[in-house]
């Protein structure tokens, strides 16, 4: 075995296809859950949707001559599923393809390697109208349009991601009723917890045998949940919280296992020969990673439990998540300890802190330059620990749209004026650009 902190490493930043390009009416494009979530009265902070967004759609080249004055060799975006496929399924959509054809040439052009999430969140409305993650017909939904995706753009893309957090969706999406398509059922939940594992691992094996040449992953959101009081009731919900969030899509991936204390619930949707195909050989692992959480029992809560705010006297970002680089070590530690882990990619982490622009063109953000000099620091020290580590992308490239809170939590590490679209590099834009030449 090489010393992983020898081997080649990335950096790289990412974004997410609703979060940025906007043009939801153009090319032929279909609605998504999250068209018609933002667009139900009182769903979104002001009432915003991602209609627009950074009008990355129309803005793609200077976007990518952005990422490549940035000096990253690698950039995470995501293909939006009813561009591509307007009706879920059935033929590619012609001027949806002629889209992310160019901007893969353009990243090509820039000497980028494209990186591409096939799913983050935004399923076609069409296939939600048929029951969407919590209807078992959405593993080979999803792995026909991975296939089809995967033959338009496996000529130039090698780098592909399955998944982004299905945790996140799973929960929010279905248990909370915070995110698309706003469901907070507990059965919704946990048969969209199978489901998003088989379609995952239908998809692996799909996109393998297009092409031996690929490298397969996915992106799985691991952010350890710890009490937020001292009682037993929240000591054993922040316990459900890591086998839900965390153990029930580590598990089926890597070990073909559900944990024991969640099997009862999921047991009802799990077919013979399933967890065969949710344990599939990925070539590298996705951590979406942001701050550990904090968790107290509540009984009116679908699942039990809520995240609060951690303590008061503990450093956090303008989101109240909490600022700890040392658990962030630990946490790749404690994965590439109980899993037999492929390496491991960071595919997210950043921070929203309010900015704020300074005279015409200057966003001074000196909390988010300590936040990811921390979370940096705290990964290649793990690193250095023996833990696989080949790459780390940063959230965002962009200031976006942040889902349920729209446009105010600003992760980018560049500024987007949402009125002008005009983008002005923040101070950690060019921190980045100068630590990553310094970290070949
Ligand atoms: C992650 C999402 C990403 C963004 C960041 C802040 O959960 O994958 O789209 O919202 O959080």
């Given at each position: 075995?090489?010393?992983?902190?020898?081997?080649?490493?990335?950096?790289?930043?990412?974004?997410?296809?609703?979060?940025?390009?906007?043009?939801?009416?153009?090319?032929?494009?279909?609605?998504?859950?999250?068209?018609?979530?933002?667009?139900?009265?009182?769903?979104?902070?002001?009432?915003?949707?991602?209609?627009?967004?950074?009008?990355?759609?129309?803005?793609?080249?200077?976007?990518?001559?952005?990422?490549?004055?940035?000096?990253?060799?690698?950039?995470?975006?995501?293909?939006?599923?009813?561009?591509?496929?307007?009706?879920?399924?059935?033929?590619?959509?012609?001027?949806?393809?002629?889209?992310?054809?160019?901007?893969?040439?353009?990243?090509?052009?820039?000497?980028?390697?494209?990186?591409?999430?096939?799913?983050?969140?935004?399923?076609?409305?069409?296939?939600?109208?048929?029951?969407?993650?919590?209807?078992?017909?959405?593993?080979?939904?999803?792995?026909?349009?991975?296939?089809?995706?995967?033959?338009?753009?496996?000529?130039?893309?090698?780098?592909?991601?399955?998944?982004?957090?299905?945790?996140?969706?799973?929960?929010?999406?279905?248990?909370?009723?915070?995110?698309?398509?706003?469901?907070?059922?507990?059965?919704a939940f946990f048969a969209t917890t199978h489901h998003l594992n088989l379609a995952q691992g239908m998809a692996v094996k799909g996109l393998r045998s297009i092409d031996g040449s690929f490298q397969l992953g996915t992106t799985l959101n691991v952010q350890l949940g710890v009490a937020a009081d001292d009682s037993e009731a929240s000591a054993l919900m922040a316990q459900k919280h890591n086998d839900l969030w965390n153990d029930s899509f580590l598990g089926p991936l890597l070990t073909g296992k559900y944990p024991d204390r969640v099997i009862s619930d999921i047991e009802p949707f799990i077919q013979p020969g399933d967890l065969e195909i949710t344990r599939q050989k990925i070539d590298f692992l996705g951590i979406n990673h942001y701050s550990r959480v904090h968790i107290k029992a509540n009984p009116k809560a679908t699942l039990g439990y809520e995240q609060v705010a951690p303590p008061a006297e503990l450093p956090r970002t303008s989101f109240e998540w909490e600022i700890n680089p040392a658990h962030f070590r630990d946490l790749l530690l404690s994965v590439h300890n109980r899993y037999l882990c492929p390496p491991i990619i960071i595919t997210e982490n950043g921070a929203y802190f309010e900015d704020t622009l300074s005279g015409e063109d200057k966003v001074h953000d000196a909390r988010r330059i300590e936040f990811l000099d921390g979370y940096i620091h705290a990964m290649l020290e793990a690193r250095e620990s023996g833990v696989d580590i080949r790459g780390y992308f940063i959230w965002s490239m962009l200031d976006n749209f942040e889902w349920a809170c729209g446009y105010r939590p600003t992760f980018g590490i560049v500024r987007v004026d949402f009125d002008t679209l005009k983008r002005t590099r923040k101070d950690s834009f060019y921190w980045f650009r100068d630590f990553i030449k310094d970290h070949p």
């Open positions: 075995m090489p010393d992983p902190s020898s081997l080649p490493f990335l950096w790289g930043t990412a974004t997410a296809s609703y979060q940025i390009e906007g043009a939801v009416a153009e090319g032929g494009r279909t609605a998504s859950i999250w068209d018609t979530f933002a667009h139900t009265p009182h769903k979104i902070e002001r009432a915003e949707t991602g209609d627009v967004a950074c009008d990355h759609y129309h803005r793609y080249k200077e976007d990518v001559a952005l990422i490549r004055e940035l000096g990253v060799k690698a950039y995470r975006f995501s293909i939006s599923w009813n561009r591509i496929l307007p009706e879920g399924k059935g033929k590619p959509n012609p001027r949806g393809v002629d889209f992310y054809d160019r901007l893969i040439d353009a990243l090509s052009g820039a000497g980028i390697t494209p990186f591409v999430t096939l799913f983050h969140w935004d399923l076609p409305q069409t296939l939600q109208d048929r029951g969407g993650f919590t209807d078992r017909d959405i593993a080979g939904w999803f792995s026909e349009y991975a296939a089809r995706t995967a033959m338009l753009f496996g000529d130039r893309v090698k780098h592909w991601i399955m998944l982004n957090e299905p945790s996140v969706f799973a929960c929010l999406g279905h248990a909370m009723g915070v995110h698309a398509p706003g469901l907070a059922d507990p059965k």
